[in-house]
């Protein structure tokens, strides 16, 4: 079945440490998604990706970097200068040119230790 | 986009009808409005979208009023598994627009 996978479910990290959560898709869709999102609070925008070898800021990009070297993959990495990563990270696609909803995966959840 | 305002949270009995309420009075033209929800610790499922007219799938109806200013998500048969937080968005929906900005939403609680 088609879908949008996140891995791992859950990471721990050590803090200074860079670490790069998996976001891969195998629904043909040519837009891919980071949001993060806190305890209580709504999702906010990381990065977005609208096609191969592009991606532009969303409103929280500081202390983050992405790459999209193939459709199908959407890596985000937290580096060490994001002042506090422990957050849920979720990763969505979505079909372009279509006014159809978006896919998200399942979910990251990163604790800095 | 518009800013969207929804209850914080609301309670509906099993095997009633759940009508979530959603003011959006800034929506523009063109904007769509869509719904997803949220089941604790995973991520967002799309429900339903809509720009005029009201729209009805498998999952729920929505219902959007005639001046656009407000709709309402309608989950016709509750059960325990649609207890989750519903988010009410409003967007352009062209793909150069971007920013789908999920505010904290409306958690529902299914009561047995």
């Known amino acids: 079945d088609g879908g949008i996978t996140q891995s791992p479910k859950y990471l721990f990290r050590k803090e200074g440490q860079n670490v790069t959560l998996s976001c891969e898709q195998n629904?043909?869709?040519?837009?891919m998604y980071w949001y993060r999102q806190d305890p209580g609070q709504g999702l906010r925008l990381i990065y977005y990706s609208q096609i191969v070898n592009d991606f532009q800021k969303g409103d929280i990009a500081e202390g983050y970097s992405v790459s999209r070297e193939k459709k199908e993959s959407f890596p985000l990495t937290v580096t060490s200068a994001q002042k506090n990563p422990t957050a849920f990270y979720l990763c969505a696609s979505k079909l372009r040119d279509t006014k159809g909803g978006y896919t998200f995966g399942s979910g990251t959840r990163l604790t800095v230790v | 986009d518009a800013k969207t305002t929804q209850p914080t949270s609301m309670d509906c009995a099993e095997g009633r009808a759940a009508n979530l309420p959603c003011n959006h009075s800034?929506?523009?033209?063109?904007?769509?409005v869509y719904w997803y929800r949220q089941i604790h610790s995973q991520g967002p499922q799309y429900i339903i979208h809509g720009l005029k007219n009201n729209e009805t799938n498998e999952m729920a109806s929505l219902i959007i009023t005639e001046d656009r200013k407000s709709s309402t998500l309608i989950l016709p048969h509750a059960t325990l598994r649609d207890t989750a937080v519903y988010y009410c968005i409003v967007t352009l929906s062209n793909f150069g627009n971007e920013k789908l900005t999920f505010g904290t939403g409306t958690r529902l609680t299914i009561i047995p």
């Open positions: 800034t929506i523009s033209g063109n904007e769509y």
């Open positions: 629904l043909n869709h040519d837009a």
